[in-house]
């Protein structure tokens, strides 16, 4: 099924889990920030979100040079990951 293989992806990487789990739980947040939080450099971070963002399980927001990243409730995949992360 298409929805077990796209979570398997995800979660083949442990920097991508770190940043889900970290935008599950913070809601929004910037790359630095989660670079921070999940010990992860700038480049790792950004070039995890960019995949995640093809995947449809994060959306961007942009305020000029900002870029705000969240979990995108609608992505199927997305709500499975958050579901089975928050009874964990």
């Known amino acids: 099924?298409?929805?077990n293989m796209d979570i398997e992806?995800?979660?083949?990487?442990?920097?991508?889990t770190r940043i889900i789990k970290t935008l599950i739980i913070?809601?929004?947040?910037n790359i630095s920030e989660l670079a921070k939080r999940t010990g992860l450099s700038?480049?790792?971070v950004n070039?995890?979100?960019e995949e995640l963002k093809k995947k449809g399980v994060i959306m961007e927001k942009r305020f000029g040079r900002i870029r705000i990243f969240k979990i995108n409730e609608q992505n199927k995949v997305a709500k499975a990951i958050e579901?089975?992360?928050m009874k964990t």
């Open 1 to 3: 099924m298409k929805i």
């Open 9 to 16: 992806e995800i979660f083949a990487s442990r920097g991508r």
């Open 26 to 29: 913070e809601k929004e947040m």
């Open 42 to 44: 700038y480049t790792s």
């Open 47 to 49: 070039r995890h979100l």
């Open 83 to 85: 579901e089975f992360i």
